[in-house]
């Protein structure tokens, strides 16, 4: 025998891949705790527990591929308000760089941490950490998706008194993982998506017939300004992805899918602008609405952290 849990005792796993894997009534869950938990902390350190301190000598192990700032940071922080601790490794400086498996990391993590939470280039690679791992696994980007980013997109959305059942969401740019997200939530939470993007880089058809399939309407277009009219949220990111090659023709290709102030003029009076950072303030965004009154990317970024509370939560069985 191995020496592993015998399959009847295992505890049960919430890995969270992608937000489908909770479901629509788990992410409402998720939100609204992190409301509470973030009202409850208002004027507290960064760095102090939680009252209840949930997951009190849990610890997250934190795998890196690829660089970061706001999901490095926002889930050390976010263990910490929880009352547990992270454990950062990178290709780098860990056994990953040398080609130990996926599979064996992740059993031996599993031996070592309460969870695991993976930042990669490649889904696959994620879909394998769940496979073997016997503790939660959370993605934090693959090239596939970005669930965490869109739980805390969600969160601020509501913040700003916005309702999501209905809502008018518009995206501009690249057809990538975060708008992949974010059509896996609108099926979820059920609100439209208009996407303006150029012939090419449209998103995958399985996240649009996803949205589709759950009564959404998805507009794909190539008329940035007919996707921008009465829209309730306006999203971008950036253009160019770390390790895309071509750069320049698409870079070529995204000029007319910048959100300046005459796009955002033809969204609602009150709409909203995100971004999940880093932004490249002059390309996929102008100054005037990266820096204006309808651009709540910093409360978008803070939410990282409440929103990834409520994630490990579920994941550990303490939500939903």
Not at 39 to 61: F, I
Not at 93 to 98: A, E, F, I, K, Y
Not at 268 to 284: I, S
Request: charged share 25%; aromatic share 4%.
């Amino acid at each position: 025998m191995s020496g592993d849990r015998p399959l009847d005792l295992a505890p049960v796993v919430r890995n969270l891949l992608d937000l489908s894997d909770a479901g629509g009534d788990a992410v409402a869950a998720m939100i609204n705790d992190a409301i509470d938990r973030k009202a409850a902390r208002k004027g507290w350190p960064k760095g102090k527990p939680d009252a209840d301190a949930p997951l009190a000598g849990h610890v997250l192990a934190m795998v890196f591929e690829k660089s970061s700032t706001r999901t490095r940071v926002s889930f050390d922080i976010a263990m910490r308000q929880l009352g547990g601790s992270a454990i950062i490794l990178d290709s780098g400086t860990s056994q990953l760089g040398r080609g130990e498996s996926i599979a064996d990391t992740a059993r031996v993590l599993s031996r070592m941490a309460d969870a695991i939470m993976v930042r990669t280039d490649d889904h696959a690679k994620i879909e394998e950490m769940g496979e073997y791992a016997h503790v939660p696994v959370i993605n934090g980007l693959t090239d596939r998706s970005h669930p965490c980013q869109i739980a805390a997109d969600l969160l601020t959305v509501i913040e700003h008194g916005k309702a999501l059942p209905g809502l008018e969401v518009a995206w501009f740019g690249d057809g990538n993982n975060v708008l992949h997200s974010i059509l896996e939530a609108a099926s979820l939470m059920k609100f439209n998506v208009r996407v303006a993007t150029p012939s090419g880089y449209e998103p995958e058809a399985e996240f649009v017939d996803m949205a589709r399939n759950a009564g959404c309407t998805v507009t794909l277009t190539q008329d940035a300004q007919a996707a921008a009219s009465g829209a309730d949220v306006i999203v971008t990111d950036t253009w160019v992805s770390m390790g895309q090659e071509h750069v320049h023709n698409k870079l070529a290709a995204m000029e007319p899918y910048r959100v300046d102030e005459a796009l955002m003029a033809h969204a609602k009076a009150d709409a909203v602008f995100l971004h999940c950072l880093p932004a490249h303030v002059g390309d996929e965004v102008s100054e005037g609405v990266f820096e204006g009154p309808q651009s709540v990317v910093f409360d978008e970024a803070e939410n990282r952290i409440h929103a990834q509370k409520s994630i490990l939560l579920w994941c550990f069985g303490k939500l939903g």
